[in-house]
């Protein structure tokens, strides 16, 4: 059974997979970044907010012995008084659409490339087979 299991995690596309997901964690930090730190400020400049992810709409009243501030979001959301957080949505769609465009940008590229690769071998090759040539000798020395 374990060599089963090492033979399983030793295929390629178990570790490629890995590899991906490790990649893939890393790239969404720098994407999260992008947003938070470059495009989100430039969103909240235009709207006026200094934070736009603490963008919020009060849906119930805070629990009577709440004592901090109406405007912060983070101490109202711990104090679990009830609210719609459309400012942080707002930002984690914003990241979903980079990551996403960036990721079909990289696919795109990657299938030209492939397509590419693959013309120019299909170029590089059009002379005949060895099997070909194999039935040619074959049907000359029937001959």
């Given at each position: 059974m374990l060599n089963e299991f090492r033979d399983f995690i030793l295929k390629?596309?178990?570790l490629d997979l890995a590899v991906a997901v490790i990649i893939g964690a890393a790239f969404a930090t720098i994407t999260t970044s992008l947003t938070?730190?470059?495009?989100m400020?430039?969103?909240?400049?235009i709207?006026?907010?200094?934070?736009?992810?603490?963008?919020?709409?009060?849906?119930?009243s805070p629990p009577a012995d709440y004592a901090g501030t109406m405007t912060d979001y983070a101490a109202l959301k711990e104090a679990g008084v009830p609210m719609l957080g459309w400012g942080q949505?707002?930002?984690v769609v914003i990241n979903f659409v980079i990551l996403a465009f960036i990721i079909f940008m990289i696919v795109r590229y990657a299938t030209r490339v492939m397509?590419?690769?693959?013309?120019?071998?299909?170029?590089?090759?059009?002379?005949?087979?060895?099997?070909?040539?194999?039935?040619?000798?074959?049907?000359?020395?029937?001959k």
């Open positions: 390629g596309n178990v938070e730190d470059v495009i400020p430039i969103v909240s400049a709207f006026g907010a200094p934070d736009f992810s603490t963008m919020f709409l009060l849906l119930g949505f707002l930002t397509k590419k690769s693959e013309a120019e071998a299909e170029a590089v090759d059009t002379g005949p087979s060895e099997i070909d040539l194999l039935i040619e000798i074959r049907d000359s020395l029937k």
